[in-house]
């Protein structure tokens, strides 16, 4: 939710970058002679430089941790 900065579009756009990393790690696993425990961190990687390079400073929605209490008429 951070990543696509509490937006519907935002996230899907996120979701969609991550699966690409995953689909990228996928590909990478038999092109390259290292551990593939390497290649799978390709996704998550890719989303901490994402995060800390383009995202900037996300802040949180006011109501973020408010619990929802029903109004009774």
Request: hydrophobic share 60%; net charge neutral.
């Amino acid at each position: 939710m951070i990543f696509g900065k509490w937006t519907p579009f935002g996230t899907l756009g996120a979701a969609l970058l991550f699966g690409v990393g995953e689909a990228l790690a996928i590909r990478l696993q038999g092109v390259f002679a290292i551990p593939v425990q390497f290649i799978n961190m390709v996704p998550y990687l890719l989303a901490i430089f994402v995060l800390v390079g383009a995202i900037g400073k996300a802040s949180a929605p006011a109501a973020d941790g408010i619990p929802y209490e029903k109004e009774i008429l």
